[in-house]
């Protein structure tokens, strides 16, 4: 029979999370109705932009405002003048540098999760093959067909995670075929007729052309959020689109603008549909509340554009008896609170920091294991850089435990 002491280490080893596997499935097709963890409305921490040569400045220069396109614009326009940002790894780099500023410091210090927006959307997403009735919804848009790579670490009580990309990975993003290379500029150049350096009084009619002018995708401008899933306090960086009329200093005037082939057909609305759920996720998790879709002609003109509130897109969904974004929420909060169980237990057992890779399977769930230090996969996380694991180090000597200096007795009997 176990004293006190070592049944209390115990209790705490199992919460601690020396018992999880490291393995996650996806949710189960009958599990039935789900009570979905709270989440509390983000709240803005700060805004940033980056220039035309992809400079990170604490302003508001890159912030657009939203305005009514033409109908019929084409979205190939000034096509072959397209300044494209190069692939890059996702890392937090431009997050974690404004973790540093006043204006966030205290919520960095609290924070469970770091990450952007499109890794919470990842796994919020993968839910949905679970949570949909009619899995002939579940398509490109939702990025199941191929499985994809994370990193993360658990550094100081805070868990970071970013997207994995690998050289092979950014030459396969970057080598796009010509169709889907024109589909992707089509979606930038609708932001490019949406949008204005300054506010226009409501209805204001489209002047001339509309055109924004070239699509330099080295501009964003950029919002860092607040907020809680559950228990868990998560600080998320994301692109903002524009705002309408005024910005008020949080997400409450957000716009995310979205493009999508014209619906003919019942295939053309079920496609539609099924995007329904990332709009959703993408929005909802930054507090966005309208989406602005512009649905384009087969030879890529604007045909109309149509205002979505966020919320009615869950309204939607389960009249259709399709996703339910209280599956998706509930899912994600899982994985986190798993991820932080596990990584948790590991890192207190060794000074050294940990990188851990997370890998998804489609129609299996998500791997966890440990990379280990000086093998070639660990060396490509940090490619070279000025990094402990895939955080700068300048950021990791700044949130790493700091082991407290030694009373001279000790110090001379080690």
Known sequence: MMDQTAEDAWVEAQLDGHDLPPFIPLPALNQGPVEPPPFQRPLALLTFSYTPERKLVWDDSAMKFYKNPPLNAPLDRDYDKWIKRPEERGRLDGLLRALRRKAVRPEAARADVVTWRGVMTKFVLLSSLSAASNLEIITAPYETREGWDLNAMFVNDCLYIEEHLNDAKLREKENMTPQHRLASYYGYAFESYCTTDRPLPPGYPPQGDGWGGPVDTNVQWCSVVKTKLGNLRIIMGAEVDCVRDKFTGQPDTFVELKTSQVIRNQRDEQRFESKMLKYWAQSYL????????????????????QSFQTLDFTKM?????????????EFGFGFLTHMLRYTRFAQKHTKDPIVW???FKPGSGMTIRDLDFDTPEYDEVVNGEDREGFLPNSYYEHVRPQTPELEPEEAEME
Do not use: H, M, Y
């Open 286 to 305: 930054l507090g966005i509340p309208e989406v602005i879709v512009g649905f384009r002609t087969q030879d890529g003109r604007i045909a109309n554009v």
């Open 317 to 329: 969904a389960k009249q259709r008896g399709e996703w339910d974004g209280g599956v998706c929420l």
């Open 357 to 359: 890779r997370i890998s």
